[in-house]
């Protein structure tokens, strides 16, 4: 039976090897601190955080969420240890400042199978930015919870101080750059849907979206993933000319099913306005799908591999059956089991994953344009569109234990942040034994690949690209662009380009701001503004930029989304270091992508991490020519 614990109240362990999960709302972070018998963190190897996510007995999560998964193993914690605290902290400038802005946080120890042992809502919070949660504490030879529901005003640094950590202070400053370095990699949940927006289903994996059932292991699904808030309140997600007037139509019906079978996939049977809408649903809707039955699965290999464990150690307790017969029966036995276990979960794995596989094969070739890949037939009757599109594929997602099932990656139009093409080495496994040129040429491929679908998917006029090339390096890649006569302006060269091209869209984002403050319209813009939605591709960063160049591209990054104007870079990071870190900033605001299949972006659920594939156009195809033929079409026959 799980113990609801009260502040102060405690409650025995009867594992050690166990899972605390935590429940927040919003993205917080996660970590642990492990203390000798007065309860002091000797130092900084005693802690558990986002930069250094793995010690001995004890795993955190590597970057905030709204939901963490922390991994505990009591035996195998380093001698001296008698107490594991678990920390949770409102990461700074990225949502609420103070945990009373936010839901309650849910913590609950379990056992690997995801039984619960005991559950503890942390309320009373007020101007805390970081709380101890709770903490895991052995006496007598015996491992106990209490919950404790500590919370600091002076956020993170004031709790490490609390904890007699001496270098407390240096040390949260590192555990926040690395959170903050994190949102890099982190796939942006879609927005919560509403009570009466339920998935609709006929058929589908178990334990998944418009089924009750969850796989043993699963974090739970009932609770969508929440965005987190500003100072100016939610962010609206509602699409600009969605118009909720009227019901939706009904979703299609799926064909009759076999008798005993699930009824087959259908493509669109998400709930939504139109069936682009129902499109982006059901694709988000797999994503989770495949998240959520992965993590299941992963849990129950892990609890079966413990099961084993402790009957051996059982089994083998007595040096006498060590040896001999006894111990190879023992050890025969246990490994069955454990066999017999995996196999039940590969099977519940294999039947979910199977019908994800037979959704995206009916998806895939239904999609439209914006979320198609490059060798979609729909590609082949493009037209350039009259609205904008909710939003856009960036790629594909994978996870190993199927590596042929991709989701597509979308992102929400308009741009919320911009993206960074990681061009370097250093950073991507698979590049490391790339020849450096190869990597920058394929980074300046996928921008391109990038750039044209956004031109794309904007009606003619409303969407324009400047580049950014101080040396001129990427000359080839852009060759598409240029040809086809779609970029506002030839590639700007040399440091006075880049002050040139900067100026202008900095004085851009400066007079839309203050229209925007001062409630004026469009019609009060000096004459000859462009209003269109501007793109800045910069190519080769930092090379060709001077100390001002760099304030203004990270004021573009910082204020340009909010007003039209949004950035993607062609850059590594390495190169940059030079700056030091005035640059940080930068780096955060950006979503890191790489020219190369890269397991490094985590989904928003449960954490794992996904191998990114970009959207580079097969080899020897001329659709990307053809498509930006059109585009270039339709802007010339717009009337001026």
Do not use: C
């Amino acid at each position: 039976m799980t113990a609801e614990l009260v502040r102060g109240q405690n409650h025995p362990l009867p594992r050690t090897r166990l899972e605390i999960r935590v429940s927040a709302g919003t993205p917080i972070v996660a970590g642990a601190t492990l203390g000798d018998e007065h309860g002091t963190v000797r130092g900084t190897e005693w802690v558990a955080h986002p930069g250094t996510p793995t010690l001995p007995g004890l795993e955190v999560s590597r970057q905030a969420a709204a939901d963490h998964r922390l991994a505990v193993d009591l035996e195998a914690l380093p001698q001296g240890v008698h107490r594991v605290s678990v920390l949770l902290a409102l990461p700074p400038g990225a949502g609420p400042s103070r945990f009373a802005a936010v839901a309650a946080p849910f913590v609950a120890v379990t056992g690997l199978d995801g039984t619960e042992v005991a559950t503890y809502t942390i309320t009373g919070l007020d101007a805390e930015s970081a709380v101890v949660a709770l903490e895991l504490y052995r006496r007598a030879g015996v491992w106990k919870v209490r919950a404790i529901g500590q919370g600091y005003a002076g956020g993170l640094a004031d709790m490490l101080v609390d904890q007699g950590l001496p270098q407390a202070r240096e040390l949260a400053a590192v555990v926040l750059d690395a959170v903050a370095l994190g949102a890099s990699r982190s796939v942006a949940a879609p927005p919560p849907r509403t009570a009466d927006e339920g998935r609709v289903r006929t058929g589908g994996a178990s334990g998944a979206r418009g089924s009750d059932e969850v796989p043993a292991g699963a974090a739970p699904s009932s609770e969508a993933p929440q965005q987190p808030l500003t100072d100016s309140g939610p962010v609206d997600y509602a699409h600009p000319r969605r118009k909720n007037t009227a019901p939706p139509p009904p979703p299609p019906t799926a064909p009759p099913a076999a008798p005993g079978e699930p009824a087959p996939p259908v493509a669109g049977d998400a709930t939504g306005w139109s069936m682009e809408e129902r499109l982006y649903n059901q694709v988000w809707g797999m994503f989770e799908d495949l998240a959520r039955t992965t993590a299941a699965y992963r849990s129950a290999v892990d609890f079966a591999d413990s099961r084993m464990e402790q009957e051996l150690d059982r089994a083998l307790a007595d040096p006498r059956s060590r040896i001999g017969s006894t111990g190879d029966l023992a050890r025969q036995e246990a490994a069955t089991r454990r066999e017999q276990l995996v196999d039940r979960a590969r099977e519940a794995f294999d039947r979910d994953v199977a019908h994800l596989t037979a959704e995206s094969e009916v998806v895939e070739p239904a999609l439209p344009a914006a979320y198609a890949r490059w060798d979609n037939p729909v590609w082949h009757a493009y037209r350039v569109p009259m609205e904008i599109p909710m939003a856009l594929r960036v790629g594909d997602l994978r996870l190993p234990e199927r590596p042929e099932l991709r989701i597509p990656m979308l992102v929400r139009l308009p741009l919320e942040r911009g993206l960074w093409i990681d061009s370097g080495r250093s950073g991507s496994e698979a590049a490391a034994f790339m020849d450096a040129e190869q990597v920058r040429r394929l980074a300046g491929e996928t921008a391109v690949a990038l750039a044209a679908r956004l031109l794309a998917v904007y009606p003619a006029h409303e969407f324009a690209v400047h580049v950014v090339d101080p040396a001129g390096t990427a000359a080839g890649a852009l060759a598409p662009l240029t040809r086809a006569g779609v970029l506002a302006a030839p590639p700007a060269a040399g440091a006075q380009g880049v002050a040139d091209v900067l100026a202008r869209l900095t004085q851009r984002v400066d007079l839309l701001q203050m229209a925007a403050r001062g409630g004026a319209g469009a019609d009060a813009l000096p004459p000859g503004t462009d209003t269109a939605e501007q793109l800045l591709v910069v190519n080769d960063f930092p090379h060709g930029f001077d100390d001002r160049a760099v304030n203004q591209l990270r004021y573009l990054a910082d204020e340009g989304p909010s007003v039209g104007v949004h950035l993607l870079m062609v850059a590594d990071r390495e190169d940059a270091e030079a700056y030091g870190p005035v640059l940080q900033p930068l780096w955060r605001s950006l979503l890191r992508l790489t020219p190369v299949p890269e397991d490094h972006l985590a989904d928003p659920w449960v954490g794992h991490a996904w191998t990114y594939e970009p959207p580079l156009v097969p080899a020897g195809s001329a659709i990307l020519e053809q498509v930006l033929g059109q585009v270039a079409d339709a802007r010339r026959a717009w009337p001026r």
